[in-house]
C-alpha cells in the first residue's frame, strides 16, 4: 500500500487515482480515506488525479500515541502533497477535513494550492465561548468523549442517525450507509478518536481563514446535527477572501454520502473544480 511518511515518522495511507489537476480530499472524524470514494472517482473519472489519505489515528495509516492535532494533521497532509510533488492542487475537507485543509493553508501556504472546498467544516471555532456565543457547549464534547471511552461501537452506531439526518422524519438515508459510517469508526484506534476530539472542537482557525488567498467554496447543510452552521459556514464565509458560499436547505452533515444531496455537492464540486 502507498504511504507518506509523516515529520514525526508516522506512515500516512493514501488512494491516489487517475491523472490530470489533482484534488486532494479530507475526511471528517472519525472516518476514512474511503468516505470519498464517490467523489474520488467522480473526479478521476472526469479528467482529475484523485487523491485521498486516512487520517493519523485510524484506517491503514499508523496509530501514534501523540500527533492528534490539527498543526500535525496538516503536516500530514503536507507529507502526502510533497511526497506525490503535487502541484496546483484543489484542496477538498469535510469536517475535521475542512479544518485541517484550513490549517494547512494558515501553516504552509498556498503556494502548491489553487482552490479550496470545504464542506461542513470546522472552521472557525465549534466550541462556544465568551466571543464565540453561537458555538456548542463543552459538554457536548465531552459527551462525545465519554461516548468513544466506554462503549464506540454502540456510540457511532447512534451518531450515525444525526450524522446523516436519520433521525428526520423524511429522511432516505438507508442502514447500509449508516453501517458504512460505523465500519470506518471502528477502524480508528481510541486514542487517535478521542483526541481528535479536543482538537476539531477547541481549535480556533480564524486566522488560518483570513490566510487563504485562493478562490474557495464553501459549503453547508443547514440542518448539520454535528457543526451547526451559524457557528461554521455562516461565520467562515465571511473570513475567507475570495469565497463561494452555497446552503443546502435541508442537509445534513454527511450530505456527500445521502443521494439525495450528494448529486447536488458533485456537481457543485465537478463545476468549480473546472471553472
Same mark, same amino acid.
Given at each position: 500500500?502507498?504511504?507518506?511518511?509523516?515529520?514525526?515518522?508516522?506512515?500516512?495511507?493514501?488512494?491516489?487515482?487517475?491523472?490530470?489537476?489533482?484534488?486532494?480530499?479530507?475526511?471528517?472524524?472519525?472516518?476514512?480515506?474511503?468516505?470519498?470514494?464517490?467523489?474520488?472517482?467522480?473526479?478521476? %473519472?472526469?479528467?482529475?488525479?484523485? =487523491?485521498? *489519505?486516512?487520517?493519523?489515528?485510524?484506517?491503514?495509516?499508523?496509530?501514534?500515541?501523540?500527533?492528534?492535532?490539527?498543526?500535525?494533521?496538516?503536516?500530514?497532509?503536507?507529507?502526502?502533497?510533497?511526497?506525490?510533488?503535487?502541484?496546483?492542487?484543489?484542496? =477538498?475537507? *469535510?469536517?475535521?477535513?475542512?479544518?485541517? =485543509?484550513?490549517?494547512?493553508?494558515?501553516?504552509?501556504?498556498?503556494?502548491?494550492?489553487? #482552490?479550496?472546498?470545504?464542506?461542513?467544516?470546522?472552521?472557525?471555532?465549534?466550541?462556544?465561548?465568551?466571543?464565540?456565543?453561537?458555538?456548542?457547549?463543552?459538554?457536548?464534547?465531552?459527551?462525545?468523549?465519554?461516548?468513544?471511552?466506554?462503549?464506540?461501537?454502540?456510540?457511532? #452506531?447512534?451518531?450515525?442517525?444525526?450524522?446523516?439526518?436519520?433521525?428526520?422524519?423524511?429522511?432516505?438515508?438507508?442502514?447500509?450507509?449508516?453501517?458504512?459510517?460505523?465500519?470506518?469508526?471502528?477502524?480508528?484506534?481510541?486514542?487517535?478518536?478521542?483526541?481528535?476530539?479536543?482538537?476539531?472542537?477547541?481549535?480556533?482557525?480564524?486566522? $488560518?481563514? #483570513? !490566510?487563504?488567498?485562493?478562490?474557495?467554496?464553501?459549503?453547508?447543510?443547514?440542518?448539520?446535527?454535528?457543526?451547526?452552521? =451559524?457557528?461554521?459556514? $455562516?461565520?467562515?464565509?465571511?473570513?475567507? !477572501?475570495?469565497?463561494?458560499? !452555497?446552503?443546502?436547505?435541508?442537509?445534513? *452533515?454527511?450530505?456527500?454520502?445521502?443521494? !439525495?444531496?450528494?448529486?447536488?455537492?458533485?456537481? %457543485?464540486?465537478?463545476?468549480?473544480?473546472?471553472?
Amino acid at each position: 500500500m502507498p504511504f507518506a511518511t509523516s515529520t514525526d515518522g508516522t506512515q500516512i495511507f493514501y488512494k491516489d487515482w487517475g491523472s490530470g489537476q489533482p484534488v486532494v480530499f479530507s475526511h471528517g472524524w472519525p472516518l476514512t480515506a474511503d468516505a470519498w470514494d464517490p467523489q474520488l472517482k467522480l473526479m478521476a %473519472d472526469n479528467g482529475f488525479r484523485a =487523491v485521498a *489519505h486516512d487520517r493519523r489515528g485510524g484506517g491503514r495509516s499508523g496509530q501514534p500515541w501523540d500527533g492528534n492535532n490539527l498543526d500535525t494533521y496538516a503536516d500530514d497532509l503536507a507529507a502526502v502533497i510533497e511526497a506525490l510533488d503535487l502541484h496546483d492542487v484543489i484542496l =477538498v475537507g *469535510h469536517s475535521t477535513g475542512g479544518g485541517e =485543509v484550513t490549517r494547512y493553508i494558515g501553516r504552509h501556504g498556498s503556494g502548491r494550492v489553487a #482552490k479550496a472546498v470545504l464542506l461542513g467544516a470546522i472552521p472557525p471555532l465549534m466550541l462556544k465561548t465568551d466571543a464565540n456565543p453561537e458555538g456548542l457547549p463543552i459538554d457536548v464534547f465531552d459527551g462525545i468523549r465519554k461516548g468513544v471511552e466506554t462503549d464506540r461501537s454502540q456510540f457511532y #452506531k447512534d451518531l450515525s442517525a444525526t450524522f446523516f439526518g436519520a433521525n428526520r422524519d423524511n429522511s432516505t438515508v438507508t442502514q447500509g450507509t449508516r453501517d458504512e459510517f460505523w465500519l470506518w469508526s471502528m477502524t480508528v484506534g481510541i486514542k487517535g478518536a478521542y483526541d481528535c476530539v479536543k482538537a476539531f472542537s477547541e481549535t480556533d482557525l480564524t486566522e $488560518d481563514l #483570513k !490566510k487563504i488567498d485562493v478562490p474557495t467554496l464553501i459549503v453547508h447543510g443547514d440542518d448539520d446535527q454535528i457543526v451547526p452552521i =451559524v457557528a461554521s459556514g $455562516d461565520k467562515s464565509s465571511k473570513l475567507v !477572501k475570495d469565497v463561494t458560499y !452555497k446552503v443546502y436547505p435541508g442537509a445534513p *452533515h454527511g450530505l456527500a454520502m445521502v443521494p !439525495k444531496f450528494a448529486e447536488q455537492f458533485n456537481a %457543485d464540486l465537478l463545476d468549480f473544480a473546472r471553472g
